[in-house]
Every structure is written in C-alpha cells, then in structure tokens.
C-alpha cells in the first residue's frame, strides 16, 4: 500500500527490451531506505517489483501493457521518476477474520519520511 507522496525523484539509466516489454534500470539512490530484490516500489504511481539491483540502481521489468496503461511507455533514459516506498516495507499478511498484520511483530521499526512504525 502506497500514500502517494513522492519520497524521491529516480532517474532511468537503461531501458533494455525484454519479452515485449521493458526492464528498467533507474538510479534511487535518493530514496532514504535501501530496497531489496522482491521490494516493491511505486515508479510514477505504478507499483513495480525490485527484480535486480547494482549500486544505487534497481531494476524493475515493465510488461507491454504496463507501459500502455502508465507514463512509464512513454519516459526514456535520462528522464526523471517519482518514487515510492510501501507503507510497509516487507510483504505484509492479514488475518482473514481480524485484518490485523499477522507479521506486524516480525517488522523492525521503518520510517518513511514523518511516518514511523514499530
């Protein structure tokens, strides 16, 4: 889950042709915390899984209708992103019958800009 608010702005490296579609390689390190492969991130408001990383750079594939449907068809290399982290920052499973975070005790205290969570 995503606030919306831009946390930082990323910048594409690469855009290498995969499958139809394209994976991403965009400079973030301006963002405060350190994503990991399997990580989401919010590229432009749209919700991409980290698949690889390399220095300050994350990966990300895009699929052919994710670039028809986002801004992200139609940025290049060079270009600017905004970028997102999650509200949590590991998957996060519900109990069906309270909605209470099942794995809230697991997570480490995690801020993202005023927000904290313990």
Known sequence: MFTGLVEALGTIEAAEPQDGGLRLWIDAGALEAEPLVGDSV????CCLTVVARKGAGLAFDAIPETLRRTTLGRRGVGDAVNLELPLLPRPCTCDRTTGVPANL??????TVGLWTWQ
Do not use: H, L, N, R
């Not at 005790?105 to 995690?110: E, G, K, L, N």
């Open 42 to 45: 919010a590229v432009d408001g």
């Open 105 to 110: 005790a697991a997570i480490t205290p995690y």
